[in-house]
Nanobody, 126 residues
């Protein structure tokens, strides 16, 4: 079992930066693929970024590539999402997700993940 708790959301202006954190409880954080997803009102949950359990394996949605950076500190059981050059369309609830290593399936689909946090709100004003 893994419990995930996100933090770091807030209200910012367009062009600002935010860093989200996701702290995991339980053991073997390093043996999980981790992902960030987001969901805006009236829209489906969408993939933002993922960090595979294999060091250095990262994946991004085209809409955030070059602006967002996912990273993890396995010693601290924490996943990060550095968000730069934020846009109003980045406004959403951001969720952290996890799945065990060696899971099959795409990194991009929310159904591929087993554990979810409660989400943190990010609002970007224009």
């Amino acid at each position: 079992q893994v419990q995930l708790v996100e933090s770091g959301g807030g209200l910012v202006q367009a062009g600002d930066s935010l860093r989200l954190s996701c702290t995991a409880s339980g053991r073997a954080f390093s043996r999980y693929d981790m992902g960030w997803f987001r969901q805006a009102p009236g829209k489906e949950r969408e993939f933002v970024a993922a960090s595979g359990w294999i060091a250095g394996s990262t994946y991004y949605a085209d809409s955030v590539k070059g602006r967002f950076t996912i990273s993890r500190d396995n010693a601290k059981n924490t996943l990060y999402l550095q968000m730069n050059s934020l846009k109003p369309e980045d406004s959403a609830v951001y969720y952290c997700a996890a799945r065990p290593a060696y899971s099959s399936g795409s990194y991009y689909g929310p159904n591929e993940y087993v554990y979810w946090g409660q989400g943190t709100q990010v609002t970007v004003s224009s």
